[in-house]
């Protein structure tokens, strides 16, 4: 059964920096395409960024240039670097691979929270 769990949230000034990760477990993320998925209140979760098996990075028009997906595949681990934070990031922050449907359905970690304000 996959198992995600996320880490490394926090309360940043804007303009800060954070690192979030994501530890999986229950298969191999070199497998699969990943993802960073990000919940703000009051809304739907929304895709921020992925990694292809390959290494090639995409990402939100509004993340881009700020923040930077990677993964360490020996460690089972996702990162997502983040800096130059807004306002507008503060999100719980949430891991999954890219392919749908998932095999394992719905299923989600908890999330990390970050918060971006002064």
């Known amino acids: 059964q996959a198992q995600f769990v996320e880490s490394g949230g926090g309360l940043v000034q804007p303009g800060g920096s954070l690192r979030v990760s994501c530890a999986v477990s229950?298969?191999?993320?070199?497998?699969?395409?990943m993802g960073w998925y990000r919940q703000a209140p009051g809304k739907e979760r929304e895709f921020v960024a992925k990694i292809t098996t390959d290494d090639r990075s995409y990402y939100l028009t509004s993340v881009e240039g700020r923040f930077t997906i990677s993964r360490d595949n020996d460690k089972n681990t996702l990162y997502l670097q983040m800096n130059s934070l807004k306002s507008t990031d503060t999100a719980v922050y949430f891991c999954?691979?890219?392919?749908?449907?998932?095999?394992?359905?719905?299923?989600w970690g908890q999330g990390t929270q970050v918060t971006v304000s002064s």
């Open positions: 229950g298969f191999a993320i070199s497998s699969y395409a």
């Open positions: 999954n691979i890219i392919q749908w449907p998932r095999p394992w359905g719905d299923l």
